[in-house]
């Protein structure tokens, strides 16, 4: 596809047919085996897991969609520029997570980590909604965000980590059910004259 000549609308319809559909589903495994394993280890886990737990839905995702016998992202949609401004956006994520390293490593604190890479994790749902044409997606962060800072407010040591990891695995079920899908891109390239 040409993009240099298309429409807005049509690179979202076109960003929305060729994504995954496998995503959420991931962040959901992800995140929920973290909390899991925050609860069966009191909270003692090393660091890279939280780093893991964020960073595991994208090539999990890709391994789900071809399970299912689905094509996933494909290489010709990162011509796209709503492709683009979504890699670009994991790109600012990527550049934030120092920050969230050095607050936990100030304070020794790993549910700020767990916190921090929850929150940062889910800020990909706000350009992923906006290039799919969805709503579902900023109302998937705020929904994340919100949840998870409550769980670090109210949920007392050793149980924190795990509730806020909790807290974005729940997130996904919402993804889930509420987004659009890929097919839904092509039904309305269909009805549109």
């Known amino acids: 596809m040409d993009f240099s000549s298309t429409s807005l609308a049509d690179a979202r319809r076109e960003y929305l047919r060729t994504s995954t559909t496998g995503m959420p589903i991931a962040g ?3 995140w929920a085996s973290l909390a899991l394993a925050l609860v069966l280890l009191d909270g003692q886990l090393p660091a890279w897991a939280v780093f893991t737990a964020a960073a ?4 999990l995702s ?3 969609d071809r399970l299912r016998g689905l094509d996933g992202i494909r290489k010709e949609s990162s011509a796209n520029p709503v492709t683009q401004l979504f890699m670009q956006m994991i790109f600012v994520v990527a550049l934030l997570i120092p920050l969230v390293m050095i607050a936990a490593s ?3 604190s790993l549910d ?15 350009p992923h909604g906006w290039g799919a044409d969805d709503p579902a997606g900023l109302r998937h962060f705020i929904l994340r965000a919100v949840l998870c800072y409550t769980a670090y407010l109210v949920v007392p040591e050793p149980l924190r ?4 990891a909790g807290a974005a695995a729940l997130t996904y079920v919402y993804a889930i059910a509420a987004m659009r899908k890929p097919s839904e891109a092509v039904k309305e390239t269909v009805l549109v004259p």
Do not use: Q
């Open 161 to 164: 980590g795990a509730a806020i």
């Open 28 to 30: 959901l495994i992800s």
């Open 112 to 126: 700020l980590l767990v916190l921090g890479m929850a929150i940062l994790a889910g800020m990909v749902w706000v």
């Open 62 to 64: 890709m391994l789900i």
């Open 56 to 59: 595991a839905p994208f090539p």
């Open 106 to 108: 100030a304070t020794g």
